[in-house]
């Protein structure tokens, strides 16, 4: 199993609601990670999760809550979110740092 | 820090051309290089990587070639088919760092 699932594809999500983006690896990787990207732009990194704790956050809003519950899956909680935070969300995981990482479909987030 | 620069797109050929989309970095250290590529509508999917100079990477007829002296690992196909139509990303992680740091994205469009 070399894949990294996201779930859902699309989201549609007003203003004041509370929705979370799943994504779950099966390869064993310790590094998980969290990137947004908008039309026609590279992805940018969020979050990074290694042996599921939190190593990195870029400075993201706090309406953006990450969480590893276990190795293998990694959320995005997602709350008060602005049309601006619309854009594609993409998960990927890596054995380790300095190794290759894998991504997800994404999912394609719409905020209303 | 660590930046990756690639050649402006968009890039517009004919099928059977010739490809070359340039990409340079700036890092310190000994980074790995990626080439990522998105089809429309999708997720990222790593087309070939290099972990050293002149390491050579490939993969579906893409090719490219770490070259420490010009910091540089262009991408390069001989033969482009209509499939290969997507945004390219070139990228670099350093070592013990888990962030991958991404070019700006070129993309190919190949006309029949």
């Known amino acids: 199993d070399t894949e990294v699932t996201q779930t859902p594809k699309h989201l549609v999500m007003g203003m004041t609601n509370k929705k979370s983006l799943k994504c779950e690896q099966h390869m064993g990787h310790r590094a998980m990670y969290w990137y947004k990207q908008k039309a026609k732009k590279p992805p940018e990194l969020m979050f990074v999760y290694s042996y599921e704790k939190l190593s990195i956050n870029e400075s993201v809003p706090s309406r953006f809550s990450p969480e590893c519950p276990n190795s293998s899956l990694l959320n995005l909680h997602l709350h008060a979110l602005q049309p601006e935070d619309s854009a594609l969300y993409l998960c990927a995981s890596s054995l380790s740092e300095g190794q290759m990482a894998f991504f997800g479909q994404g999912t394609r987030l719409t905020v209303v | 820090g660590d930046s990756v620069t690639q050649m402006e797109g968009p890039v517009t050929l004919s099928e059977e051309a010739f490809l070359t989309i340039n990409c340079t970095y700036t890092a310190t250290g000994y980074p790995s290089l990626f080439w990522y590529v998105q089809y429309p509508g999708e997720g990222l999917q790593l087309l070939l990587k290099?972990?050293?100079?002149?390491d050579k990477g490939s993969n579906k007829g893409f090719e490219a070639t770490y070259r420490k002296e010009t910091t540089s690992f262009h991408l390069e196909k001989g033969s482009v088919q209509v499939s290969d139509s997507a945004v390219y990303f070139c990228a670099l992680r350093n070592f013990g760092n888990e962030k991958l740091t991404f070019g700006t994205g070129t993309r190919l469009t190949i006309i029949p």
């Open positions: 290099a972990t050293k100079a002149d």
